[in-house]
């Protein structure tokens, strides 16, 4: 069986936009997705709402925004199988040059680290001893 994550992040609903657009909420159909990343950012009750009936399994840590989430933690590792999986928002970061993200990634022990807060569309993989770094928006 087949397990899905979606890696979303820096929403900002309705500070900066109204709602998850329209094309993209088409796909995110209730039980197709296993586990939801959010990389900080959510900033509302009603799209946190909206994302745990998409996938139950909703796992977020704390933005720059999120005001209200003290709770919230600033970094979180998932495992898959033996793949660690480690997510943050960016503004937990000095900079996004990759060896950084690496130490980053090292400090965490995981295998593929995702960071938001760029605010723009952007993806690469860094490898460096079998280690993949990820950047999403």
């Not at 660690?84 to 980053?104: H, K, M, Q, Y």
Request: with cysteine; hydrophobic share 40%; net charge negative.
């Amino acid at each position: 069986m087949a397990f899905l994550i979606l890696v979303i992040g820096d929403l900002h609903i309705p500070d900066r936009a109204l709602d998850i657009p329209a094309k993209f909420k088409k796909l995110l159909s209730p039980g197709k997705i296993s586990q939801t990343l959010c990389l900080g950012n959510l900033t509302d009750k009603h799209t946190y709402e909206y994302l745990r009936s998409v996938s139950p399994d909703l796992k977020i840590v704390k933005g720059r925004y999120d005001v209200e989430a003290t709770s919230l933690p600033l970094t979180q590792v998932v495992t898959h199988g033996s793949l660690r999986i480690g997510f943050l928002e960016g503004f937990t970061l000095v900079s996004n040059e990759p060896d950084l993200l690496l130490a980053e990634a090292n400090k965490l022990d995981v295998d593929v680290l995702c960071w938001g807060g760029t605010h723009r569309f952007d993806a690469f993989e860094y490898m460096d001893n079998g280690r993949i770094i990820m950047k999403f928006i």
